[in-house]
Structure formats: structure tokens, C-alpha cells
């Protein structure tokens, strides 16, 4: 089943084209994909880490003159909007929300860590910058929730290559302490690069690392694998380098704050992060 109420011949595959597909039979006349439907038919993937597995959100936008408020069938979330034919494009056939417009919806409508997932990975792939979208949001002024865009995108960095990175990199800002560097590479003695981390402080010589998914699932051959790392990349370049799932990165408890204020030597106390929440991964 592609989505609630739509069914397609398992010899057809599961592609973005055949998904597009599906979402049309569910598009009314006049209609438009939006928000995580739009992002998902621009190949990213929005879905927080408790719906992982679930089928994308099925999120359409209709003329606020129609009278769809909500679109009265399951699986679909209907909302009513004015959308300007500019944003405005067609993917494999369907309507749906320009890469702009849908990066700027993400970040004022979903909560921070998902809004800086999909901006930065909106921006990772090159199919919007953050001086476009910094523009269309100014130019948003007055509207609602836009604020939440404008601080979610002063801190989008295209460099960021997970939603992780990004969760994580948020958790940092909002706890007040300062922000490392993005995709350290480590390199030999010839400038080979050998190594890269997701992020760190090069004074410190310290790596914060997001581990993901696949953190619950690896076995025992993958941890040791990782220990290797860490041990070489300890040994070479004297970096110490942490490890976060998204249990630390979005559950209630400070441990990424309190090692970065134990390892930095920082005298302060974290600020409270207002929205983390359990993760259900």
C-alpha cells in the first residue's frame, strides 16, 4: 500500500515516480503537495525519528475558496492557503511547493529540530541557499511563525550531511554554549584526507559525533569498527571523539551539554532546551 486507501501492483516497485503517482490519486482538483509531502517529492525526507518508518505525511494545500478544510479522507492532511503561481512547480506530473517555499514552510511549521533538518538538508543538496531563503523570509515579515523561521535559518549550514547533525547542532545553540566546526577532516602527513567528523572543537581536540539510526541496530562487528576509529583518530591526531543517538540528542536529559561544559572547562550551566522531547527510535 502506498498510502491509506491507495494500492498499486507490487510489480510496479516502490520509486519516487511510482509514489508520485500514488499521491496524485489523492490530490484534489485545484491542489497542491506541501510541507513534508513537497519535501519528500523533492527527495528529502523529513519524517522525525518516530515515524522513521511510517509512510510519508500526505500534506496537500488547497485555494482558501475551497471548501476542503481538511480534506475529508484518511491519510490526507488538508490545509487552506493561498499559494502564488511562483511557488509553485511540477514534480513528475504533480503540483507541489517550489524547494524554497517548501524549506521556508518546514521551518516555520515543524518543530525546530525537524525545521533546521530540512532547511540544511534542503540546502546540503544545493536546491535552495541560505541568502534565498533569508530573502523570502524577510519578505514574510508579520506572518505567522515566521520568527521561528528566521532563527532557524541564521543557524542552517549547508555542510551539515544528516538530520542529526543538525538536531545535535541545534541542541548546542539553544543550551547557550558555543557551536563547533562542521566536517573536520583529518588528514596525513602527505594532506591525504583519512577521517572526517561531523563536528568538534579544534582547540579542545574534541569530535561530536551522531550516530543514527543504525546506533540500536549494529552488532558487535560494527562497534568494534567504531572503537578502531576512535582509537586511531585518538592515537594519529589527538582528537577524543564522542558519539550521541538520538536518544541523547532529543530526550530530556543535558548529556551532550555536560560533556561539551566538562571537556571546554566551561564554568556555566546549561540553558533548558524547550524542545527536545524523548525520542521513540
Not at 48 to 56: E, K, N, S, V
Not at 129 to 138: C, F, G, K
Not at 165 to 170: A, I, V
Not at 229 to 240: D, K, M, P, V
Request: net charge neutral.
Amino acid at each position: 500500500m502506498a498510502f491509506a486507501g491507495v494500492y498499486l501492483p507490487a510489480a510496479l516497485g516502490d520509486t519516487p515516480e511510482v509514489r508520485m503517482r500514488a499521491m496524485a490519486r489523492l490530490l484534489p482538483p485545484g491542489a497542491a503537495l506541501v510541507r513534508e509531502s513537497a519535501a519528500w517529492a523533492h527527495g528529502i525526507d523529513v519524517r522525525p525519528p518516530d515515524r522513521f518508518r511510517a509512510r510519508p505525511k500526505l500534506e496537500v494545500a488547497s485555494p482558501s475558496s475551497f471548501d476542503l478544510n481538511a480534506v475529508r479522507r484518511d491519510g490526507v492532511h488538508g490545509h487552506l492557503l493561498h499559494l502564488p503561481p511562483s511557488d509553485v512547480t511540477m514534480v513528475a506530473g504533480v503540483p507541489v511547493t517550489t524547494a524554497a517555499r517548501t524549506a521556508v514552510d518546514l521551518a516555520r511549521y515543524c518543530e525546530p529540530y525537524m525545521g533546521l533538518a530540512a532547511v540544511d538538508m534542503f540546502c546540503h543538496r544545493g536546491l535552495v541557499d541560505v541568502d534565498e531563503l533569508q530573502d523570502r523570509i524577510a519578505r514574510l515579515a508579520g506572518q505567522r511563525w515566521i520568527g521561528r523561521a528566521r532563527r532557524i535559518c541564521r543557524l542552517s549550514d549547508p555542510r551539515a550531511e544528516s538530520p542529526g547533525e543538525s538536531w545535535l547542532r541545534l541542541r548546542i545553540s539553544e543550551s547557550e554554549l558555543p557551536l563547533p566546526d562542521l566536517q573536520i577532516e583529518l588528514r596525513d602527513a602527505g594532506g591525504r584526507p583519512i577521517y572526517r567528523l561531523d563536528m568538534g572543537y579544534e582547540e579542545a581536540l574534541l569530535a561530536l559525533e551522531y550516530d543514527g539510526i543504525e546506533y540500536h541496530y549494529s552488532g558487535i562487528e560494527q562497534s568494534a569498527r567504531d572503537t578502531r576509529r576512535q582509537h586511531a583518530i585518538r592515537e594519529r591526531w589527538g582528537w577524543q571523539t564522542w558519539s550521541f543517538h538520538a536518544g541523547h540528542v532529543l530526550g530530556h536529559r543535558p548529556v551532550v551539554e555536560e560533556l561539551i561544559i566538562d571537556k571546554l572547562g566551561l564554568g556555566v550551566v546549561p540553558a533548558r532546551v524547550r524542545w527536545v522531547r524523548a525520542a521513540q527510535v
